[in-house]
């Protein structure tokens, strides 16, 4: 049997870096919101992209973890998107 590998229907992390994503996270959402839906001291205590980038590159579990709640966020924001483009196509 050969593998043959599915298309994905969720978006890959291909050519996003740690520090991309971080960044977009506290743009985006807010270092309280951040540390309101990831609970990691670095977030939720004088929070900083150094600090940051520092603790999740040496913790898996965390990164795994912020890198899920990107996804989610990216998925929000291109669904509403997606909805602005469908209500301005209406006008």
């Not at 579990?61 to 996804?71: G, P, S």
Request: net charge positive; glycine share 4%; hydrophobic share 35%.
């Amino acid at each position: 049997m050969s593998a043959i590998k599915q298309p994905s229907s969720r978006p890959s992390l291909d050519g996003i870096t740690l520090e991309m994503i971080v960044t977009q996270l506290s743009e985006s959402m807010g270092w309280e919101a951040m540390g309101a839906a990831v609970p990691i001291r670095c977030f939720t205590h004088d929070p900083s992209i150094k600090s940051s980038l520092k603790f999740l590159r040496r913790t898996p579990w965390a990164r795994k973890k912020v890198e899920e709640l990107y996804m989610r966020e990216a998925h929000a924001i291109s669904k509403s998107n997606a909805s602005a483009k469908d209500e301005g196509a209406k006008e």
